[in-house]
T-cell receptor, first 114, second 114 residues
Framework: DAGVTQSPTHLIKTRGQQVTLRCSPK?????VSWYQQALGQGPQFIFQYYEEEERQRGNFPDRFSGHQFPNYSSELNVNALLLGDSALYLC?????????????FGSGTRLTVV | DAKTTQPPSMDCAEGRAANLPCNHSTISGNEYVYWYRQIHSQGPQYIIH???NNETNEMASLIITEDRKSSTLILPHATLRDTAVYYCIVRVEHGSGNTGKLIFGQGTTLQVKP
């Protein structure tokens, strides 16, 4: 049973460019959350998607946007990249209907902005 | 903001029990406590979670105080492979559905020594 799959694993972009990161949730999961983890810090919540809608959002600017597809996969888009956007981007999936649900994380995408 | 506080680092001898404390004095009645660990900037790995009762699985035990203001993660026989950053997390609920989000703190770096 495949867990959460993220692509690409590594990415280098130039300031001002745009980037799209992709996430396939664990089989049976219907909710996807995105996190940003700067070096030496804990992951920070970006936003969460359920039923193809953004359900809640952390303290991130509008340059960060996302999408969820009918097959529950998700994309994270970042526009006008800044050096400070360099981080490990993590995707986590869960099954919303479970009252004691857990979250499964992918291995992340390492984004470097130069 | 994170709802948990943890010591920044701890050491444990190989083969001994590792007891990792966590304070969550502002936790609400319906908020679960989760523990994850992260090795070498891989994706966080689920360990255990609970609401108010003590929990045990094949990896660890979770002891939650009666007032729910603190908890302890116990790794019964620590090995060198248990060296990692351990995050104690409160799942913050959103709305009436099960669409909570994990708010990470800085975590505890556990070093298991031979």
């Amino acid at each position: 049973d495949a867990g959460v799959t993220q692509s690409p694993t590594h990415l280098i972009k130039t300031r001002g460019q745009q980037v799209t990161l992709r996430c396939s949730p664990k089989s049976g999961h219907d909710t996807v959350s995105w996190y940003q983890q700067a070096l030496g810090q804990g992951p920070q919540f970006i936003f969460q998607y359920y039923e193809e809608e953004e359900r809640q959002r952390g303290n991130f600017p509008d340059r960060f946007s996302g999408h969820q597809f009918p097959n529950y996969s998700s994309e994270l888009n970042v526009n006008a990249l800044l050096l400070g956007d360099s981080a490990l981007y993590l995707c986590a999936s869960s099954f919303t209907a479970s009252l004691t649900y857990g979250y499964t994380f992918g291995s992340g995408t390492r984004l470097t902005v130069v | 903001d994170a709802k948990t506080t943890q010591p920044p680092s701890m050491d444990c001898a190989e083969g001994r029990a590792a007891n990792l404390p966590c304070n969550h004095s502002t936790i609400s009645g319906n908020e679960y406590v989760y523990w994850y660990r992260q090795i070498h900037s891989q994706g966080p790995q689920y360990i255990i979670h609970g609401l108010k009762n003590n929990e045990t699985n094949e990896m660890a035990s979770l002891i939650i105080t009666e007032d729910r203001k603190s908890s302890t993660l116990i790794l019964p026989h620590a090995t060198l492979r248990d060296t990692a950053v351990y995050y104690c997390i409160v799942r913050v609920e959103h709305g009436s559905g099960n669409t909570g989000k994990l708010i990470f703190g800085q975590g505890t770096t556990l070093q298991v020594k031979p």
